[in-house]
């Protein structure tokens, strides 16, 4: 049986201030000590960058269920700090270069995983979706963006929903405002209208690392203009990065940036950002929603009534995602230890108990009702969207640019918080398309 996101923070009792310090140090401190098949323990080195938020009790949730069916394997949490892999990235490339990977890595499907498939570090995991049935299960959206000529090398544990917009609801309330702006211009005059109150209008961290919250905010802004096809169409050779719609949106951007003043070094991260969301200290954030997770777990607020969401204005009808996968690294020590981690992630119980908790869907084709009852409000809003939307793919999180791409595009980003010009901002992303554009 899956456990709802409340059953499994009670039976855990990761609730709360000690959030993270229940199940998932039980596991990474060793204590599990039953012997493998050959006498000893085996230890499962499993890379990520979830640490913040409701992260750290999602992979809570998923290391019980994969510590269920595999007593004798010691989970080794080896999670990076930093939001979207911020410095997660890097360091997994300096590993996998010196041919040292850990047991499975976190990575996100579509050209993110494609990075790794092309330089040869993952292993071809079609036998374990033909053994699983997961070829016939998971969501057909999916399953074409983790193939490559037909192959399968990375197995999804999530779906996120990219272009939401949070809100607080009393702020917004005592303003005026509507929490589910239709458009652009009527979500501009919103942030105006908080400026003028004197509270943060869009919460987002410009600190040096953080940059990536800019980046997510551009990203839906650009989806906003452009609609899905043309978003598509950016991350296909001649895709028009040089276009008016492209300008249009970049200055859209620019404009919704000046009402987004930066929060001080103790709201840097996602999490910490978000609680000033919740707390009523500024009315909006652009976020995935793993943050919703966060406002219920950790800030302990309630969606629908501290707080709420909509899609991004403009971006109605489109879902913009990114799917958090693991994989089997070519050269991992324990490789049975690994393709077990997988398969619990691939599972249905894992998919539910980690998702439901981590404030995401699951990358299954099917809901069934039993498993519709496991999600909280936004999650049952969130898989309606999924169902019914047309689907794209994330930038910041993944799914349509290389690793080099983003970069390149990360630092288009960081010359924009330095200069604030939208025009420098469109010559580099031209540039860096005319680069990396296959
Ligand atoms: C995303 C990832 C999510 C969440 C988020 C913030 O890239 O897909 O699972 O962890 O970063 O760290």
Known sequence: MAMSRRTFLAASGVAGAAA???????CSSGTKTTAGANGAPTELEVFSWWTAGGEKD????????????????????????????????????????????????QAQAGAMVGDYITAGQVEDLTFLYQ???????????????????????????????????????????????????KNMTE?????????????????????????????????????????????????????NWSSAKVSTALGTFHEIMGYAPGTSSQYASWDQVSSLVGSGAAAYQIMGDWTEANFEVTLKLTGGIDYTWAPVPGTQGTFLFAADCFTLPVGAKDRDASIAWLTTCGSQIGQDDFTSVKGAIPPRSTVSADERDLFDPYLQWSLGEWQKDTIAGSLTHGAVASAAWNTAIDDAVIGYLKDGSPQTLQNALVAAAAKYQV
């Open 131 to 181: 053994q699983q049935g997961w070829d016939k299960q998971f969501n057909p959206q999916v399953l074409k963006l983790i193939q490559r000529d037909g192959k399968y090398y990375s197995v999804p544990v999530d779906i996120h929903h990219i272009n939401v917009l949070w809100s607080n609801i009393a702020l917004c309330k005592s303003l005026g405002i509507s929490t589910d702006p």
């Open 187 to 239: 979500f501009i005059g919103n942030l105006a209208k908080v400026k003028a109150h004197g509270k943060i209008p869009l919460a987002v961290s410009r600190d040096p690392g953080q940059d990536w919250q800019v980046k997510h905010i551009m990203e839906t802004v650009l989806l906003s203009t452009l609609k899905a096809d043309d978003w598509g169409a950016l991350w296909k050779k001649g895709g």
């Open 58 to 105: 999602a992979l809570s949730a998923l290391v019980a269920v994969f510590s269920q069916n595999n007593p004798h394997v010691n989970f080794q949490n080896r999670a990076v700090t930093g939001g979207a892999g911020a410095n997660a990235k890097a360091e997994l490339a300096k590993r996998l270069a010196a041919k040292n990977p850990p047991d499975t890595f």
């Open 20 to 26: 993270g310090t229940g199940l998932l140090s039980a």
